[in-house]
């Protein structure tokens, strides 16, 4: 594919990954790993301590160059996109790390204008109006965006760092553990805005989570990495006729049929 990625083509799926092999030295991670991500969905991506659910997402942002196989994002192959069509794709993401990662030296304000002043060429003024627009779109009271990291609790962290994701108005939403850390209450809060979000700016989510009431709640569908590869991928509900071990273990036992009863006692089942 030559030329800029089409910002405009509904028909190409934001992610779609073909024979993904990651390796360090001689330990595999993946080996002919597939996944296409489609439009508008919210992808949760399972699996167990190991599976290279963070190298995956490293490899799809280009934290990590693929070992073998194709990355696409928007229908363009990273490892041969020039610097121009990555500048282009990179303007079509945001992403929302573990702990945050957020500056610690940078009020929240400036944090959420830092990718704003990166990639536009907007006055100062108009980059921290919508810096303060994208902090109440994440949820923090007004007063958060002159706070600094280190006066922040867990869950506004977590929100100003999603503020900082949607920054340029992204397609694609990346999100590694959002709710980690999160009491419960704080995290079927921040799922409800995720899914919230999704909705109302169509955005399609990529979201690597333990959290078995965040799957339940949420998700499109669940990608599970085990084997080296992506064994399944499908609505949660589905997965729990899997024959596959893990899966079984992971969405049948205890936990997960909590979560499983929970939904469905509040009629809010995928």
């Known amino acids: 594919m030559s030329g800029l990625v089409d910002e405009h083509d509904t028909e190409v799926a934001p992610i779609e990954i073909i024979g993904l092999r990651s390796q360090f030295g001689d330990h595999v991670i993946h080996e002919n790993l597939d996944l296409t991500v489609n439009r508008g969905e919210i992808l949760g991506v399972v699996g167990g301590s190991g599976s290279g659910k963070s190298v995956l997402m490293n490899s799809i942002i280009g ?34 790390f573990q702990q945050g990662a957020l500056f610690s030296a940078l009020t929240v304000r400036e944090n959420v204008a830092t990718p704003l002043f990166e990639h536009t060429r907007l006055s100062r003024a108009e980059i921290y ?3 303060d627009l ?30 900082r994701a949607l ?54 569908r669940v990608a599970v990495l085990a084997d080296r590869k992506v064994v399944a991928a499908a609505p949660v509900r589905e997965l729990e006729h899997s024959s596959h071990p893990w899966i079984q273990e992971y969405f049948l036992g205890p936990r997960g049929r909590a979560a499983a009863g929970a939904r469905a006692m509040t009629g809010q089942g995928v």
């Open 63 to 96: 934290l990590k160059a693929p070992d073998g196989g194709t990355v696409k994002l928007f229908g363009q192959d990273i490892d041969t996109a020039t610097r121009k069509n990555w500048t282009s794709i990179e303007r079509r993401w945001g992403v929302l």
């Open 129 to 131: 109006e919508l810096a």
């Open 134 to 163: 994208k902090i109440a779109l994440s949820g923090l009271p007004p007063r958060a965006g002159a706070l600094r990291p280190s006066e922040l609790s867990g869950g506004m962290i977590k929100r100003a760092a999603l503020a």
């Open 167 to 220: 920054a340029l108005d992204p397609q694609l939403l990346f999100l590694d553990e959002p709710t980690a850390g999160l009491d419960p209450i704080g995290a079927a809060a921040f799922d409800d805005l995720i899914a919230d979000l999704s909705s109302s700016l169509n955005l399609t989510v990529f979201m690597i989570t333990h959290d078995l009431d965040t799957l339940y709640a949420i998700t499109t």
